[in-house]
């Protein structure tokens, strides 16, 4: 079993900048892709950033680019999310992701609200 612990989450008025983080424990070596999912009230869960954790490949949302920054530790198996010039359409509930043949594991997740 793995465990995903999310971290970073809370209030920041627009424009202002949160760093998530997601931190991965248990019986697994390695971790193939690590993402960034979010789901705001009455809306379906999506994916806001990922990255390949080998080969250190990013993917971003459209609605992300340019602001949100995704990266990974280099001795562990932990993601982070560095979101700048934060828009009140961002907040939601951020959830990390580990996935990759043959298991996907979510973390419970970590608000972010935007507002004055």
């Known amino acids: 079993q793995v465990q995903l612990v999310e971290s970073g989450g809370g209030l920041v008025q627009p424009g202002g900048s949160l760093r998530l983080s997601c931190a991965a424990s248990?019986?697994?070596?390695?971790?193939?892709?690590m993402g960034w999912y979010r789901q705001a009230p009455g809306k379906q869960r999506e994916l806001v950033a990922s990255?390949?954790?080998?080969?250190?490949?990013?993917n971003y949302a459209d609605s992300v680019k340019g602001r949100f920054a995704i990266s990974r530790a280099n001795a562990a198996n932990a993601v982070y999310l560095q979101m700048n010039s934060l828009k009140p359409e961002d907040t939601a509930v951020y959830y990390c992701?580990?996935?990759?043949?043959?298991?996907?594991?979510w973390g419970q997740g970590t608000q972010v609200t935007v507002s004055s």
């Open positions: 992701r580990a996935f990759g043949r043959g298991y996907n594991y």
């Open positions: 248990g019986s697994i070596s390695s971790i193939d892709i």
């Open positions: 990255i390949i954790v080998t080969l250190s490949t990013t």
